[in-house]
T-cell receptor, first 110, second 114 residues
């Protein structure tokens, strides 16, 4: 089983829709979690960190569920410019590694 | 966030040769990592570059194939040795200040081996 798993998609949604992605992690010792956005042929860019209490940044909301070992990303009012691959990452204390999921492709359609 | 300069941005190399990729950060960072991203795939961690000591390699990656240097807290190199077409990939340098902090990426090196 992969340490961090995501549904690869693609998720095709109309402009203005709300879309949610989940990401599961298998290592219960994982402590820090992040969402990254990767555009085609570009490097991943940090979208947001995921805190235990959840966090929100504009149209984006990230949540952590430790009991079920998953993190989620909610995008409200989708824009065409949100089309990208969204990667989740987990980091574990002691190993100091960042493990990435395979990414979820999102296409926002006009 | 730190500014990360990675070079070359791309290269086309003959099989059997080696390529060294450089990663320069504009400030001292605690952690430096090297990832590989094959076409259509996610990021696979190759190794953690340790300052002043041997890198820590992930399963499936060995020092003879991917020697790594990190002479100081702002610079690291990854060499892809004795290349074959299977090494064609994007190689990414990543930095972080600690395990609870965000990791940031260089622009990547797109390597094609012919």
């Amino acid at each position: 089983r992969k340490e961090v798993e995501q549904d690869p998609g693609p998720f095709n949604v109309p402009e203005g829709a709300t879309v949610a992605f989940n990401c599961t992690y298998s290592n219960s010792a994982s402590q820090s979690f992040f969402w990254y956005r990767q555009d085609c042929r570009k490097e991943p860019k940090l979208l947001m960190s995921v805190y235990s209490s959840g966090n929100e940044d504009g149209r984006f909301t990230a949540q952590l569920n430790r009991a079920s070992q998953y993190i989620s990303l909610l995008i409200r009012d989708s824009k065409l410019s949100d089309s990208a691959t969204y990667l989740c990452a987990a980091s574990t204390s002691g190993t100091y590694k960042y493990i990435f999921g395979t990414g979820t492709r999102l296409k926002v359609l006009a | 966030s730190a500014v990360i300069s990675q070079k070359p941005s791309r290269d086309i190399c003959q099989r059997g040769t080696s390529l060294t990729i450089q990663c320069q950060v504009d400030s001292q960072v605690t952690m430096m990592f090297w990832y590989r991203q094959q076409p259509g795939q996610s990021l696979t961690l190759i190794a953690t570059a340790n300052q002043g000591s041997e890198a820590t390699y992930e399963s499936g990656f060995v020092i003879d194939k991917f020697p790594i240097s990190r002479p100081n807290l702002t610079f690291s190199t990854l060499t892809v040795s004795n290349m074959s077409p299977e090494d064609s990939s994007i190689y990414l340098c990543s930095v972080a200040q600690g395990v609870r902090t965000e990791a940031f990426f260089g622009q990547g090196t797109r390597l094609t081996v012919v």
